[in-house]
């Protein structure tokens, strides 16, 4: 929902700030720096994804992907990169200074990162920002800083998605997507109970202008078609049925499939 709720708002289709009734792209005295992920292609893959239950894993002996790993394919194809590193008999160094070694690195440290967050590990989340730093002696790639700086807000705000995503909206960034980047870290910080009241409020009775960009981006139309494709997702997970009184990890981070 953390993923959701944060690009309907970077793309100005849900209000923001305290009145929840300014739109971010015209917020007095302020200047928007990041800009939304435009592709719906990567939305319609985690869904696909969510819907099946597994990640899109690739034929033995098909050629890994390839395409440009930015915020938007990060989220979308984490799952299938960490098993493909898995197949590879000797991953690459961490401290190697190719461009796919780089790659390889922010993957696992994002997957990393996620866990982190949803464990509250503030040390273990600060020593990860370290770790990408110094992955390479040369410059950050844009994708790179923008996780770091994703994860800098998160810190600054634990469990504040509100404050966090709205200080990624206004934060120059190398790469665009930062507030979906900060939405899905903050949301595995804080849980669904954290988010704003009158975002999930409108999530669950969407007026018919936000239900239209729902359905054409995500394949959702409200918050409880949302619901469906988590607990779908975490009856894959537990290998059952969810037993009764259980919750699904609603917050829509885009997990590591199994």
Not at 73 to 85: G, I
Not at 118 to 135: E, G, K, P, S, Y
């Amino acid at each position: 929902m953390g993923l959701v709720i944060a690009d309907a708002v970077s793309h100005g289709q849900m209000p923001w700030g305290r009145s929840m009734a300014a739109r971010p792209s015209v917020r007095p005295g302020l200047t928007r720096w990041s800009g939304p992920v435009e592709s719906d292609r990567w939305c319609h893959r985690i869904v696909t994804q969510l819907q099946s239950g597994h990640a899109e894993h690739p034929q033995p002996g098909a050629p890994e992907l390839t395409e440009p790993l930015g915020v938007a394919s990060l989220l979308a194809t984490l799952p299938t990169r960490l098993w493909q590193l898995d197949q590879r008999p000797q991953p690459e160094a961490l401290s190697q200074p190719s461009p796919s070694a780089l790659r390889d690195a922010v993957l696992v440290v994002f997957d990393h990162s996620l866990v982190a967050a949803l464990n509250h590990d503030v040390l273990a989340l600060t020593a990860l920002i370290r770790t990408v730093r110094d992955a390479a002696e040369a410059e950050l790639d844009p994708l790179s800083q923008t996780l770091v700086i994703g994860w800098q807000h998160v810190l600054a705000t634990p469990g504040n998605f509100e404050l966090a995503v709205g200080q990624s909206l206004y934060t120059a960034s190398p790469a665009v997507g930062l507030p979906v980047l900060t939405g899905v870290l903050s949301a595995a910080w804080g849980g669904e109970n954290r988010l704003p009241i009158a975002l999930r409020q409108l999530l669950a009775t969407p007026p018919p202008s936000l239900r239209d960009w729902l359905w054409q981006r995500w394949q959702i139309t409200d918050a409880a078609s949302l619901r469906t494709l988590a607990q779908g997702l975490w009856q894959q997970w537990s290998g059952s049925h969810v037993t009764e009184g259980s919750e699904p990890p609603t917050i829509a981070v885009q997990p590591v499939f199994t």
